[in-house]
């Protein structure tokens, strides 16, 4: 039994399966195509940009392209009703004239709207997800083959928006420390224009993108071949993971791949538990994030140690509530109890479930069973 962020007395009893996780995603999918971040927690009923197409993701590794489908569809059609605020912010970005209401947002209500602002509305400029929804539709097409016309119309407008703004300093993909150029959203946006820059032949796209590469692995976003988390900021975030696998920017074996995720297993990896965001994060105490524990048994299997993805695997399954569902983070060690109590009184339990933990879980049992599958191939017949 585990003490996650948000149910701390819990006995698990039906356990937590991968086609749980399916019909969840796809049960909580509305009927516009949207997935939620969370079915049922207030703060979390929108459509993140984010979220979603790591479900999408996930849907399309186990072959529901069409649950993917009907997301990326879903996306193309708020992408194309505001394509007036992708034009703005084009018009911002060359006048130098930026700011944090006139760029396009990270998630919409599952309408397709703009979520009305409140002063509880937590930050909104993001580009990695937009990033990475080009990476996620780029992928989904090549898995099910199928392209649309308004598909490409709303990427080529996508494209348009990062290939302009990819440099503009944001919040990162945890909604915080703005105006900084974090590494992780720049290899979000790399990924994204180098992928769509393939699917739709757009030479300036995939040079947009090798110039990002290069920023990257440049003196500004590495330190002791290791990359950093903005420039100066010398922390690791575990979501550079996401540099190496899923977007494979540079080898595994490089230099900087095998000490940046060195660093993120000595410094974000709790032993016997999940993995932190980052040192010195506050949000619900900072605690052990699921989807990135399964993103961590991701990068494991690519690096041969399909030892630590199957630990990762087991921790997900062992985090799982009574009724197997996954929270977003597992508060068994916080890095801060005071601020734990603190988010906890602000906005109550941790979103469970949370479907992009679901979507991580799927996706690291899948990369389980493909490299059980090259390490024992079937027999030809
Ligand atoms: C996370 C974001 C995520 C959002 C919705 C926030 O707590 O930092 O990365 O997109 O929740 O799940």
Request: proline share 6%; net charge negative; with cysteine.
């Amino acid at each position: 039994m585990r003490a996650s962020v948000g149910d701390n007395a819990r006995v698990r009893d039906v356990g937590l399966t991968p086609e749980l996780s399916v019909e969840l995603i796809t049960g909580s999918q509305a009927e516009s195509g949207a997935y939620p971040a969370s079915p049922v927690h207030d703060v979390y009923r929108y459509g993140w940009l984010r979220d979603g197409s790591w479900c999408a993701h996930a849907m399309d590794r186990v072959d529901r392209h069409a649950s993917a489908a009907a997301w990326h569809r879903w996306v193309a059609d708020v992408m194309l009703g505001h394509e007036h605020r992708l034009a703005r912010a084009l018009e911002a970005v060359r006048d130098g004239a930026v700011d944090d209401q006139v760029m396009p947002p990270a998630r919409f209500t599952l309408d397709g709207e703009e979520e009305p602002v409140t002063e509880k509305q937590w930050p909104n400029f993001q580009l990695d997800c937009y990033g990475f929804w080009l990476w996620s539709l780029a992928d989904h097409v090549s898995r099910s083959g199928e392209m649309e016309p308004r598909l490409e119309s709303a990427a080529r407008l996508v494209v348009r928006y990062l290939v302009a703004a990819a440099e503009v300093p944001c919040y990162d993909c945890w909604e915080e420390h703005p105006g900084h150029r974090h590494t992780s959203t720049l290899a979000s946006v790399a990924a994204g224009l180098r992928d769509a820059g393939a699917l739709l032949d757009d030479a300036e796209a995939r040079e947009r993108a090798e110039s990002l590469r290069r920023l990257i692995l440049g003196p500004e976003h590495t330190l002791a071949s290791s990359l950093i988390r903005f420039p100066g900021d010398t922390r690791v975030d575990a979501s550079l993971l996401w540099t190496f696998v899923p977007y494979a920017l540079l080898p595994g074996n490089s230099e900087i791949a095998v000490t940046t995720i060195r660093r993120i297993r000595d410094e974000l990896h709790v032993p016997a538990g999940g993995v932190r965001r980052y040192q010195g994060d506050t949000f619900y105490g900072g605690a052990e994030w699921i989807l990135l524990a399964a993103s961590l048994g991701s990068v494991a299997i690519a690096q041969g140690d399909t030892d630590l993805a199957l630990l990762m695997r087991a921790w997900i399954e062992a985090s799982a509530n009574a009724a197997g569902h996954l929270p977003e983070q597992i508060a068994d060690r916080p890095q801060s109890p005071h601020m734990l109590a603190y988010w906890q009184k602000r906005w109550g339990q941790t979103a469970t479930p949370l479907l992009w933990s679901h979507a991580m879980y799927l996706i690291l049992v899948e990369d389980l069973s493909d490299a059980a599958r090259d390490e024992h191939p079937a027999r030809p017949n």
